[in-house]
């Protein structure tokens, strides 16, 4: 077969519209973490969705937002430099809310990616009404004129997800795939493990903390004479008071913290894991481009 395509894609949109959902509904497992909170995303996650036309590798950046600290400012250069790169970019809207001005200065910046093919879609349409979802599809087909296409869906029950994956591909130029198959990320062990870890620790936080953490793995080894994975990881926060935060009252939720990330990353290791985690302040790392360095931004 000749007309195989591959390519790749990027969903952009305001912080929390779904993307990550979406790209691990595509992949069809986990690999852009997912979070109540906006903002979780802070790296571009290649997921590889294998269909029977051919492959799409789906870059996954962090929502595009005004940015506050340094960190945030390297977010949205790497998102730049991402939508700079791809074949299609998708551009999501959430069914159960109205088109606002982010959305609108959004699909505007678009307009300087010339080479992207853009498509609209819609998500989360399992939580709106027949009419929500109308009034949407109009708004968002009223933003460019330029749409491929405009695609409602739900992550959530799969429902238009096949109708996704077969417009995406249709733009994708024709060539081989470019990634082997089983493949479904290019990122080490090592980042997985650690944005479990993260995802684990920003669940039920108050609001100050997520971008106050990161994950830095110390090591991941296998013990001898046991089927059990060892890994020391370091919780990153930025001030005294977020330490206490994470430990929680005697230690009970950075406990729970570990019991969630060890239920991630068994399946990822495929062992049983042994799961030390030790919180440290790197005083203000958001501000400081040497401590960004370090924890790989």
């Not at 498509?119 to 399992?126: E, L, P, R, S, Y």
Request: net charge negative; aromatic share 4%.
């Amino acid at each position: 077969m000749t007309d195989d395509r591959s390519g790749f894609v990027t969903f952009v949109g305001r912080p929390n519209v779904g993307k990550s959902t979406l790209t691990n509904a595509l992949v069809g497992e986990k690999v852009a973490i997912t979070s109540e909170k906006p903002q979780t995303t802070r790296r571009a996650i290649r997921g590889i969705v294998n269909r029977p036309g051919g492959q799409l590798v789906i870059v996954d950046t962090p929502g595009i937002h005004r940015p506050r600290t340094l960190l945030g400012q390297r977010l949205n250069d790497l998102v730049e430099q991402v939508l700079g790169d791809v074949d299609v970019i998708g551009f999501c809207v959430p069914a159960t809310e109205k088109v606002g001005p982010g959305d609108r200065r959004i699909a505007e910046s678009l307009s300087g990616y010339a080479r992207a093919k853009k498509v609209a879609i819609v998500t989360k349409t399992d939580a709106a009404s027949r009419d929500e979802i109308v009034e949407r599809l109009m708004e968002v087909d009223a933003l460019r004129d330029d749409w491929h296409a405009v695609i409602p869906l739900s992550a959530l029950t799969r429902d238009q997800l096949d109708v996704l994956s077969d417009e995406l591909l249709s733009l994708m130029p024709e060539g081989p795939p470019l990634y082997g198959e089983g493949v479904v990320t290019d990122e080490s062990l090592e980042d997985r493990v650690a944005e479990i870890i993260r995802e684990a620790a920003l669940e039920g936080v108050r609001d100050e903390l997520p971008h106050s953490i990161a994950v830095t793995i110390a090591d991941i080894a296998a013990r001898e004479d046991s089927d059990l994975t060892d890994i020391y990881a370091d919780i990153v926060v930025e001030r005294d008071s977020q330490k206490a935060i994470i430990i929680g009252h005697k230690g009970a939720r950075l406990r729970d913290v570990g019991a969630r990330a060890r239920a991630g990353i068994e399946p990822l290791v495929g062992t049983r894991v042994f799961l030390s985690l030790h919180v440290r302040v790197a005083k203000e790392w958001q501000r400081d481009p040497k401590q960004l360095g370090r924890l790989g931004f």
